[in-house]
């Protein structure tokens, strides 16, 4: 979250992208960041245990939202 905020802050489009464990800690960091309301895109977890065809999969279905974020005007 913390690179997310400062890439933006430079004026270079980011989405961030978490795992479910780490949404608490995202929330806090766009709150410490000063955009409580920071859009991210959530996906489940663990990564480590997938096989590439399954990350690919997952990658697939967090696009559409990452594009979203990432062609938002802010």
């Known amino acids: 979250m913390h690179d997310g905020?400062?890439?933006e802050?430079?004026?270079?489009p980011t989405a961030v992208?978490?795992?479910?464990?780490f949404i608490t800690s995202a929330d806090a960091m766009a709150n410490l960041g000063g955009?409580?309301?920071?859009?991210?895109?959530v996906v489940p977890h663990p990564l480590g245990s997938l096989t590439m065809e399954q990350?690919?999969?997952l990658a697939a279905k967090a696009?559409?939202?990452v594009l979203g974020i990432l062609l938002a005007q802010r």
């Open 55 to 57: 990350l690919r999969g």
């Open 35 to 41: 955009v409580p309301d920071y859009p991210y895109v």
């Open 9 to 12: 802050r430079r004026g270079v």
């Open 5 to 7: 905020l400062t890439f």
């Open 17 to 21: 992208i978490c795992t479910e464990p």
């Open 63 to 65: 696009a559409p939202d």
